[in-house]
């Protein structure tokens, strides 16, 4: 089972965000808590499918993306429409 739909990074993100719902998991692979709620997001991801796209971002390799969202903690979600945060 797939984890989540986008690898998202620092080159990629305003092309993979584009229109519609998204929710980004901002993680990294030395986070326990990070890798524990991977296969929640990934029933997130299956559930809605076609209607939103979930995806994640290591703020390790791409910290200009975590930078422009104010991610300290992690693991942080952030939901867009069209680009814009939501929650």
């Known amino acids: ?11 990629s993100f305003d ?10 998991d901002f993680w990294a692979p030395r986070c326990g ?17 076609g209607q939103a796209k979930v995806g994640k971002c290591n703020v390790d390799e791409e910290p200009k993306v ?3 969202f104010g991610v300290r903690q992690i693991p ?4 867009l429409k069209d680009t814009r945060e939501v929650e």
């Open 15 to 24: 092309t993979q965000a584009g229109k519609g719902v998204v929710l980004i």
């Open 33 to 49: 808590p990070c890798r524990q709620q991977l296969p929640i997001l990934a029933k997130v991801a299956a559930t809605m499918a």
């Open 76 to 79: 942080t979600l952030v939901v």
């Open 66 to 68: 975590a930078e422009r």
């Open 1 to 11: 089972m797939k984890t989540h739909e986008l690898v998202m990074t620092d080159a």
